[in-house]
């Protein structure tokens, strides 16, 4: 395997510090640092070895094209979304998202949520003005508050992470062990916000027919007596970026390995962690560190991607080119899709791995609105994840998945969708302290036109359009 690999090759949780470092974060108090993270070293995993390797292993199938991922979550979670509500809204609308997916893509789904951890936030500046004056930039509830007189970095925030973190993942696995996501009981699936009646009509055709199919397995006893546990819960895991690397490297453990009974070096703080377009430099700090762990990893990767560079990177993290392993997570915008996927595809398919192709059609279509909070398009967005499709298809490749950034409050950040939410209505529940994500509307919107997409290419065996 790659970790023990990475043992031999002198690979520690923290050889990533002899690497060039890029969005690092200066504490004022290193004594106070080194105390919140000798703490961190000594609390319990929030995930197993098992899990992860599960999703691995699941991941493999998708990479594979036996299954298809989703994963969705916040741009930057606040510790204030670690309540009740919030939680089982985002839970709701993915699983709600997945089991349309399942039944449109007539697969099984992979469900990984952008939750539990998604803490942190990248960003192009480390300062910022506000109000005549320059302040730190709000890098996330991990390193300060939003509140400009809350900006300097403070170390107590990283045990605040594990904390909330620890607390979001209890709920959603009790949740789920509690029949949240039970199929016989389903939350209502409300589509009263679709304008267009033609539209509506769809979608409740294809809410009927789930619900009929789950009816006939009723009656003839093919789910009776728990014989279908897939029907009453699902698996689901939680991921986040890996970038304050002194907190990552706190949380990872030398455990045995479930299948190769080997010591094995996993990050146990989420099953899946990924790097972003501004810290995958192949000689850096980032890509060092992701390199030693056994759990899945992603990689950002857009127009500033050269295939030669993805191609290297995907050799130091993936040496021994295991299938799944890697996720690649392309976010081109919406008018570069053809221009930059289809190198992509050929460099990778000539190095030999075989990755998960994701689309994250949220990134690269970041416009200002009249006012000048930032905005999405939902136009842009079903236009990207359309010709990605259709990119890998007649590259003879195939998209295996897709990564938005979501939540299931009816929150109004994106323009349009079914419910037509106009610039003019952003204002209304405009809520991100980050970017903008579609809301519970606009999340069933989207998975409903993939559903269409896979009917369609079913019927017609071409080019579907989204």
């Not at 890029?22 to 899990?51: C, G, I, T, W």
């Not at 209890?170 to 539209?199: E, I, M, Q």
Request: aromatic residues 8%; proline residues 5%.
């Amino acid at each position: 395997m790659a970790a023990t690999e990475d043992l031999s090759n002198n690979w520690t949780p923290t050889s990533w510090k002899s690497k060039p470092i890029v969005q690092d974060v200066n504490y004022e108090d290193q004594e106070h640092v080194d105390r919140v993270l000798n703490k961190l070293n000594r609390l319990p995993p929030m995930v197993s070895a098992q899990e992860i390797e599960t999703l691995r292993e699941q991941l493999k199938q998708v990479a594979l094209g036996n299954s298809f991922l989703l994963q969705g979550g916040d741009c930057a979670e606040l510790f204030d979304y670690c309540s009740q509500d919030p939680i089982e809204a985002k839970l709701k609308v993915l699983l709600q998202m997945s089991l349309v997916l399942t039944w449109g893509a007539r697969t099984s789904v992979v469900r990984i949520g952008r939750m539990a951890g998604q803490y942190g936030k990248p960003r192009s500046k480390p300062t910022e003005m506000h109000e005549g004056k320059e302040i730190l930039s709000y890098r996330g509830d991990n390193v300060n508050g939003f509140d400009p007189s809350d900006r300097r970095a403070d170390p107590e925030r990283l045990l605040g992470a594990y904390f909330h973190s620890a607390a979001t993942l209890n709920y959603v696995r009790t949740l789920l062990d509690s029949g949240f996501a039970d199929l016989h009981a389903p939350s209502k699936w409300n589509l009263s916000h679709v304008r267009s009646d033609a539209v509506r009509g769809e979608y409740q055709s294809i809410v009927t027919q789930l619900s009929d199919a789950l009816d006939f397995m009723k009656t003839v006893g093919a789910d009776s007596n728990g014989n279908n546990n897939a029907l009453r819960s699902v698996d689901f895991f939680v991921s986040h970026e890996s970038l304050l690397l002194d907190y990552e490297a706190s949380l990872t453990r030398l455990l045995t390995s479930p299948s190769t009974k080997t010591k094995k070096w996993y990050n146990t703080g989420a099953h899946f962690l990924w790097i972003g377009d501004r810290t995958r430099q192949p000689d850096g700090a980032h890509v060092e560190y992701i390199r030693g762990l056994e759990n899945p990893v992603g990689l950002k990767v857009g127009p500033t991607t050269e295939p030669a560079k993805l191609v290297e990177i995907l050799n130091r993290v993936n040496p021994n080119k295991e299938i799944g392993k890697v996720t690649l997570i392309t976010r081109f915008g919406a008018d570069n899709v053809e221009k930059f996927l289809p190198q992509h595809i050929e460099a990778v398919r000539e190095s030999g791995h075989i990755p998960v192709w994701v689309c994250d059609p949220m990134h690269g279509n970041t416009k200002n609105a009249t006012g000048g909070v930032k905005t999405r398009h939902f136009v842009d967005i079903i236009q990207e994840l359309s010709q990605t499709f259709r990119v890998h298809k007649s590259c003879g490749s195939k998209l295996n998945g897709v990564h938005f950034e979501l939540t299931g409050d009816s929150v109004t950040e994106c323009v349009g969708g079914s419910m037509d939410l106009t610039e003019e209505g952003l204002s209304t529940n405009y809520q991100t302290y980050c970017d903008p994500r579609l809301n519970y509307e606009q999340s069933l919107d989207v998975a409903f036109l993939i559903a269409k997409y896979y009917q369609n290419e079913r019927n017609n065996k071409d080019f579907p359009s989204l």
